[in-house]
């Protein structure tokens, strides 16, 4: 007979053994196989082994592992035996949490037919518990051998033996539940990935992820139109590649702030140079993207061209200078009119008007003198004299109010005015005027003529003052719904820097006439020689109208 020394060295093997197996698995197949392995090597103290799980309401199902019984994979624990209410000791083993012995032969029923369940033979269900359950997960079926006492040191041995096989079915549900847990995690972060690289790609504003050194990581497609490169060109090309340098300089600053958390973001104009050579503006938004230590680990970047709107309020300063220059300039105008009127009324009419007082004067002075005679011949001088003296104050006077307004033109019309200061000119200058005008067509009224009209002026004007010019060809020819005024002289022609200067108030002056009555005008040098001064003018009736309450 074995000595005691002996059993308890092959019973210490078995649970050295079944601990280094179990800790090479970590699914419950894998565990089960290894468990029946190590089982099998001791079937002097476990001649057979069964073990059975248990779901949530108790019920057993298939083995999931057999030891020492061919054929015993085909076992099912009922839940009651017999006809009667007779409850199975494996079923009661399950539902008392209690061990249970009992005769091995019932384990495969009793009509059944099996080698390994000798009818002296008995059988221990052990039911086991994980840690933090109060259901037992299932119970282990093992056989006894009849040729030992079973003992306490025998029971506590099998007792040991449920309770590495409890460990190792924790661990195992534990590694599959953190497995699966893993893996959901793992489909959530890869069906979230997928939704925000769809978002990434087909969102219409301009996104880039550059790393904390400004490289490209990513670039959705309409980040890569704004710029004109191709994700793959502008991978690992850095932000300092296409900002211009100054305004790059501005945006360092401004991510040192970010990455010392001095600032959540920031947004900042700046101009890029595309791949094509254009220049262009754009508004940037730029965050931090943390790591999981919440240190910074990328830039997101959101642009916006905004090269339309620069040019715009470029365009608007222009605009506004011009007219400040132009008010500045009609301010001006204004006082030298009024001095000039001043001037003319006081130097002029005030000693005209004072020739005509002083004859009337003397005249009454005569007529007082009870002494003198006065005869009709020299009354008659004297006030001829005076007479003569008002008629050029009244002369003075139409000139004055022909400088101030046209007459003529509302007298006679814009062709007849045209025409008439035209030959004027050239009696005055001898510089020959050749004149085309419209026959038998209607002539433009309001604010339209006066502006083609004070535009002629102008024009003819320059032709005296800087043209030096022997020739001049004047014309206003209907277009369209337009009406073309063309002055174009022979002379030494007029320096592009001069029709580009902001100073030359004649030419704002001219411009701003064409641009109130929502015309244009052209004006500029000729190849062969001269200067070409083109106003084109709509001839609408709504500006007429307009036109005419201006005036």
């Known amino acids: 007979m074995t000595s005691e020394s002996a059993i308890n060295e092959r019973r210490l093997r078995t649970l050295s053994d079944l601990t280094k197996r179990i800790s090479l698995g970590n699914r419950l197949d894998d565990c089960f196989g290894l468990i029946r392995e190590a089982l099998s090597r001791n079937q002097r103290d476990i001649p057979f082994a069964v073990l ?115 460990t190792a079915v924790a661990h195992a549900e534990a590694v599959g539940a953190e497995r699966r847990k893993v893996a959901s995690r793992t489909q959530a972060l890869q069906t979230a990935s997928k939704l925000l690289s769809a978002v990434f790609d087909r969102a219409p504003g301009a996104i880039a992820i550059t790393d904390l050194d400004g490289r490209f990581v990513r670039a959705n497609p309409a980040y890569q139109r704004l710029v004109g490169y191709g994700e793959s060109e502008l991978i690992g090309r850095s932000m300092q590649d296409l900002a211009d340098p100054d305004d790059f300089t501005r945006k360092e600053a401004l991510l040192q702030q970010l990455l010392r958390g001095e600032r959540a973001s ?167 005027c050749h004149v085309t005008l419209p026959a038998d067509l209607p002539e433009p009224q309001g604010a339209a003529a006066t502006a083609l009209f004070r535009i002629f002026l102008e ?42 200067s902001a100073h030359s108030i004649g030419i704002i002056g001219m411009r701003e006439r064409a641009a109130l009555v929502e015309g244009r005008l052209l004006l500029g040098p000729l190849r062969n020689g001269g200067t070409l001064v083109s106003a084109r003018i709509p001839m609408g009736a709504a500006h007429d109208t307009q036109g005419g309450n201006r005036t």
Request: aromatic share 6%; net charge positive.
């Open 266 to 432: 920031f947004e900042l104009e700046m101009r890029y140079l595309r791949r094509d050579g254009w220049v262009i503006w754009v508004n940037n938004f730029v965050s931090v993207i943390d790591d999981e230590q919440r240190r910074p680990r990328y830039f997101v970047k959101i642009a916006q061209d905004i090269t339309d709107r620069k040019r715009t309020e470029r365009e608007l300063l222009v605009s506004r200078n011009e007219l400040r220059v132009l008010y500045d300039r009609l301010q001006s105008v204004r006082e030298t009119e009024r001095a000039a009127l001043a001037r003319e009324v006081h130097d002029q009419l005030g000693q005209i008007l004072s020739a005509a007082k002083i004859d009337i004067k003397l005249l009454e002075d005569d007529i007082r003198r009870r002494d003198t005679v006065l005869s009709r011949r020299k009354v008659s001088t004297e006030l001829r004299s005076a007479r003569g003296t008002l008629d050029k104050a009244i002369l003075l006077v139409r000139q004055i109010a022909t400088e101030l307004r046209a007459v003529e033109l509302e007298e006679q019309g814009l062709y007849a005015a045209v025409e008439w200061h035209a030959r004027d000119f050239e009696r005055r200058t001898r510089i020959t």
């Open 459 to 500: 024009a003819m004007t320059n032709v005296l003052r800087h043209a030096n010019a022997g020739q001049v060809w004047i014309s206003v020819m209907p277009r369209g719904r337009n009406m073309l005024l063309r002055v174009r002289d022979d002379g030494s022609g007029i320096s592009r820097q001069r029709v580009r």
């Open 52 to 166: 059975f799980l248990a779901d949530a309401g108790g019920r057993l199902g298939e083995p999931a592992f057999c030891s020492g019984l061919p054929g015993a994979q085909a076992i099912s624990i009922p839940l009651h035996a017999g006809d009667g209410n007779d409850e199975h000791p494996v079923a009661r083993a399950v539902r008392t949490a209690e061990p249970q012995l009992f005769r091995a032969r019932a384990i495969c029923g009793e009509t059944a037919s099996c080698d390994g369940c000798a009818e002296r033979e008995q059988a221990l269900a052990l039911p086991f518990l994980l840690p933090g359950q109060s259901q037992p997960r299932g119970v282990l079926v093992v056989g006894i051998n009849p040729d030992q006492p079973f003992d306490t040191t025998y029971r506590m041995f099998l007792e040991l033996v449920a309770a590495h096989i409890a």
